[in-house]
């Protein structure tokens, strides 16, 4: 049986003590002088049969975690033997137990028996505050703040953690403005209150404590960071202003700009963030994750030189996620028009979360450069890790097949694959827009019920199916209710909304479909949307807006079949 050692010496030291003789009155003299320096005083106690049958049962049970054993013996034998370090013991076993009123028992003998004793009291607090008894916390946090003046900075924001987890937010303000009371030229005393208050919502009060943990310590980043963001949440402009004079006293507050870029992305201010990013740049010229940083904001705004300038930057500087720098830069290749540099670049991406993606933008440009059969068999030769890898290799692959207008290939494609799996939520919407296509109009309707089915929540599937019937004139009132019930899903989606316009206009409300319509359009100008608009505005007359809205799509989508097909069916 293992006993712990600390446990062992201790009880030979009780034994010891049976056995000690008379000392000399030097001896007492010497031992004397030791108490007055702070020596601990312990009881001469008796290492009775009794006192170590209920110690090594005690430290069974507890090895055994038989707690409730454990607690009540070590509790006995501290109030037996009144010794500190069993009521040390008994403390930490009830606390380990979570048996708070023991361990209250237990520390309330401890302080008794050593009041002086540091751990004793962070015990009681630890407990008291963490059973929400702050009042009970208070003196045992008096103590221990005053026990060592070099540190009480570092225990008020220790505190401030630690409270900013308490369920009573006020109860923890009321405690930190009441020990704060002796510190007030102490600004991380002020902060602890500021954190408090703002954790209570009252910001006034946060704020002015801030302010005066700064104007106590005017370098202090992390307050000058906190008083911004209580301001954002009292006046965004004066939290600008905050933000921008203290970066102007102290540019190399790096944190402090950095909060600052926080905020103005927040406000989607993409310019001013980048700047002040380039500004850190200048600080720190060998920081990769800011010259990343400065990438993504710039690829943000389309300023693709910046862009690629500054992901190159940091793939010089050793950015470790590699693969997520090529994955941008290969972005950029192609919307630059660049199909080779882009191939190449997402070639580079070996591993993560972007690998899948890369692959299957590597076959899309393959489809360009070599053909379908190319493009492909890229796809055939990744091995998916799991059955939503394999559908997004499967969708790629389909996608691909349209690109050619191979709609029977896509269609016996996805057919296959759902023979192995019948369930995939994304492979049955896909079979029926394919079916759509090939005129399968029964497959459509069955897959999208099924899809429904499956995920009640999905907007996509109602709309699909709403839209397909009300595209053949059928079932119109069903149809309403269909893509009505999309919009409540996912009322800001504007293709949605276009099928919601479409369906109207075919139950020959043309003023209400007119309205979602130009709502959708408004929104994203795609070409089919543009296709529908049109139509509405030429059947209710007004052809030259029409054509005007199908020349502006035209512009940006030449070649769209759908938007061809409806200018020749009404402009003939």
């Known amino acids: 049986m293992n006993f712990s050692m600390h446990w062992i010496l201790f009880l030979l030291g009780l034994a010891g003590c049976t056995q000690i ?36 049962l005690a430290e069974t049970a507890l090895q055994r975690d038989n707690l409730e054993v454990a607690v009540e013996r070590y509790s006995k034998l501290a109030r037996q033997t009144r010794d500190p370090r069993i009521a040390e013991r008994a403390t930490e076993v009830a606390l380990r137990a979570r048996q708070s009123d023991e361990a209250e028992k237990a520390v309330a003998l401890w302080i008794e028996l050593e009041p002086d004793s540091i751990n004793a009291r962070q015990a009681a607090a630890a407990l008291f505050m963490s059973t929400g008894k702050l009042d009970k916390a208070r003196p045992h946090l008096v103590k221990l703040l005053s026990s060592d003046k070099g540190t009480v900075d570092k225990a008020f924001m220790h505190l401030s953690r630690l409270l900013s987890r308490h369920d009573d937010n006020k109860a923890a303000l009321k405690l930190l403005q009441q020990l704060a009371i002796p510190y007030s030229d102490l600004p991380e005393a002020h902060f602890a209150i500021s954190q408090a208050a703002w954790n209570a919502n ?13 104007e106590l310590r005017p370098d202090w980043e992390i307050a000058a960071i906190h008083q911004g963001r209580i301001l954002q949440k009292i006046a965004n402009a004066e939290a600008m202003s905050f933000y921008e004079n203290y970066l102007a006293k102290y540019p190399k507050a790096n944190d402090m700009r950095i909060a600052y870029v926080r905020m103005l992305m927040a406000d989607k201010n993409f310019i001013s963030a980048r700047d002040q990013f380039q500004k850190l740049m200048t600080e720190n010229p060998f920081n990769a994750d800011i010259a990343l940083a400065v990438g993504l904001l710039s690829l943000e705004l389309n300023d693709f030189d910046s862009a690629e300038a500054n992901f190159k930057k940091a793939l010089e500087l050793g950015y470790e996620d590699s693969n997520n720098i090529y994955f941008n830069l290969a972005r950029i290749y192609e919307v630059t028009q660049r199909p080779d540099a882009a191939l190449k670049a997402y070639q580079q991406v070996s591993g993560g979360e972007r690998y899948l993606p890369a692959q299957i933008r590597i076959a899309v440009l393959l489809l360009k450069k070599k053909g379908i059969d190319h493009a492909r068999q890229h796809l055939h030769q990744l091995t998916p890790e ?32 759902l023979e192995k799996f019948p369930d995939q939520p994304d492979l049955l919407y896909d079979r029926a827009l394919a079916a759509d296509k090939i005129g399968k109009f029964d497959i459509v309707e069955k897959d999208l019920r099924k899809l429904i089915e499956l995920r009640p929540d999905n907007a996509h599937a109602y709309n699909a199916l709403g839209y397909s019937l009300a595209e053949r004139g059928l079932r119109l009132p069903e149809a309403l209710a269909l893509i009505k019930k999309a919009v409540e899903l996912s009322p800001e989606d504007p293709y949605i909304m276009d099928s919601l316009g479409w369906v109207y206009y075919r139950m020959g409300n043309f003023s209400e479909g007119l309205n979602y319509l130009n709502l959708a359009f408004a929104t994203r100008p795609d070409p089919e949307i543009a296709a529908h608009l049109g139509e509405v505005l030429w059947v209710k007359g007004a052809k030259e807006d029409a054509e005007k809205v199908w020349r502006s799509a035209l512009e940006a989508h030449p070649g769209n079949e759908t938007l061809l097909d409806t200018m020749k069916r009404l402009m003939q």
């Open 202 to 214: 009252q910001l006034d009060l946060a704020l002015k404590e801030m302010k005066k943990a700064l």
């Open 21 to 56: 003789p008379k000392v000399e009155n030097l001896q007492a003299e010497e031992l004397a002088s030791q108490n007055q320096q702070g020596q601990l005083k312990l009881p001469h106690q008796e290492l009775t049969s009794e006192l170590l049958f209920d110690f090594l």
């Open 386 to 417: 799991n059955e939503q890898q394999r559908a997004q290799l499967v969708l790629a692959e389909a996608q691909l097949l349209r690109e050619v207008n191979a709609h029977y290939e896509v269609f016996k494609l996805l057919d296959k694959n």
